[in-house]
């Protein structure tokens, strides 16, 4: 296979790396390899040497941990400069997770599905460390409603990338556990296909070896998703106290009085809203935003204000303020969803 490299990012190696590449050497002895080395302690050097002399693979060294995300950078820069021929990357963790049979079955996927991101899904059963399943449950349902994109395992390691792409993705951001998932927003951005082949769901030791740091790196991975939701808290409450103020003043509550109020708090709070979205979360100054932004916000405007009203009319002893803030809650989802999806989607102008 002089087409494919194979591409494996590792920190404090264990045994497991050297079983990976003693599998991959027996049946594929001449198939490119490079290891990063992101910063592992001096006493790891001879596990580093075995794996450059004994399994003849490319070490590349970074001088201190640089995360993950780097790690695989630097890889993809090194195979653009030194080996044209390499059509395809395959990326795989060194702490045992992933095999050779099921490398080997996403490289048959990849070349069945020219032009696709291939990802190597794990199904987390009930064999799966408790910690471990939650965590893929959270962030794919997460990954889900905000990105669209559907995806049983957004954080493999086993992935086969087709050269072409390698170019966008070493401008994405990302240093550590986060990259993964910002490359499944780019294949979303730029409309690559993806195609998840399933492998076998492999935890050692209940994954002790892994240096996924919960508390970190998960606020990396939605560091997305928490700036959104500040920047929808910080309107809402914009929102809300404006509507409070409003209607208040207007006193007699109506529909005709529930629209007005509605209409000029959500202006107040749109506005700020808008231009905090487009600089700070989704950082994307696409083309006609401005009118697909507040055209979803009179389209918002018009869905809260008949529902509090109908809902006004139903419980007239709750207070409508209290009753905007249930319905508003409800649409915050839907909102973000077409933000992401359609508002602010497409390329930087």
Known sequence: MKDVVIVIPSLEPSEKLLTLLSSIRNLQPELPIVTVNDGS??????????????YKS???????????????????????NYIPEAKYIVTIDS????????????????????????????????NVPLRSKLGNVLTRNIFHLTTGINITDTQTGLRVIPRRFIDS????????????????????????KIYSQPISTIYIED????????????IAI????????????????????????????????SLSSIMAASVLARAI?????????????????TKHSFFKYFGLV?????????????????????????????????????????????????EKL
């Open 169 to 192: 993705l070493l401008k994405v951001k990302g240093d550590r556990f986060e990259y993964e998932m910002n490359m499944l927003v780019e294949a979303k951005k730029r409309n690559w």
């Open 58 to 80: 490319k070490v590349l060294v970074h001088r201190f941990n640089m995360g993950k995300g780097t790690a695989l950078k630097t890889a993809f820069r090194y195979i653009l």
């Open 269 to 285: 709070s749109s506005i700020f809203n808008y231009y905090v979205n487009r600089e700070l979360v989704f950082t994307q100054r």
């Open 95 to 126: 702490d045992g997770q992933h095999n050779y049979s099921d490398m080997m079955h996403c490289i048959q996927s990849a070349k069945q599905h020219p032009g696709s991101l291939v990802l190597g899904t794990r199904n987390f059963d009930n």
């Open 207 to 218: 994954n002790a070896s892994s240096h996924f740091r919960a508390i970190r790196d998960s």
């Open 41 to 54: 302690p001096s006493m790891y050097d001879k596990v580093f040497k075995k794996v450059e002399n004994a």
């Open 298 to 346: 009179i389209c918002q405007i018009t869905a809260s204000a008949l529902l509090v009203y109908l809902l006004h009319l139903l419980l007239p002893v709750i207070s409508t303020v209290f009753l905007k803030i249930a319905v508003d809650s409800l649409l915050f989802f839907l909102s973000f969803y077409i933000q992401k999806n359609y508002v602010f989607k497409g």
């Open 222 to 253: 939605y560091w997305i998703f928490i700036k959104y939701l500040l920047s929808s808290v910080t309107s809402f409450l914009v929102d809300v106290a404006a509507y409070a103020i409003l209607i208040r003043l207007l006193a007699h509550i």
